[in-house]
Nanobody, 125 residues
Framework: QVQLVESGGGLVQAGGSLKLSCVAS????????MGWHLQRPGKKRELVAS???????AYQDSVKGRFTISRDNAKNTVYLQMDRLKPEDAGVYFC???????????????????WGQGTQVTVSS
């Protein structure tokens, strides 16, 4: 059974940093594209960063230059380093794993994804 467990969230002042981790179990992390998603209160979940099997990364414009996604396949872990945090970065961060698939929904945040339970990030101004 696939399981994703996020950690590393917390309270930080604006301008500070946090590093989120997502540990996967139940399958080989190296076979999947991974993503980090942010859900603000009352808003839809949105993809902020993703990394493919070969290490290609992509970021939402609002976090480019401040967030870095990385993965360690040996540890079955994906990370999100968040620097120069802003109050608008606050919310629940979810990790996703996209299994081998095809079609439009085969993407981070698509219908095939496995999800973690989320970790709360609070940024004080």
């Amino acid at each position: 059974q696939v399981q994703l467990v996020e950690s590393g969230g917390g309270l930080v002042q604006a301008g500070g940093s946090l590093k989120l981790s997502c540990v996967a179990s139940g399958y080989l992390l190296g076979t999947d594209a991974m993503g980090w998603h942010l859900q603000r209160p009352g808003k839809k979940r949105e993809l902020v960063a993703s990394i493919t099997l070969d290490g290609t990364t992509a970021y939402q414009d609002s976090v480019k230059g401040r967030f870095t996604i990385s993965r360690d396949n040996a540890k079955n872990t994906v990370y999100l380093q968040m620097d120069r945090l802003k109050p608008e970065d606050a919310g629940v961060y979810f990790c996703s794993a996209t299994p081998a698939c095809s079609g439009y929904e085969c993407r981070p945040g698509g219908l095939y994804d496995y999800w973690g339970q989320g970790t709360q990030v609070t940024v004080s101004s």
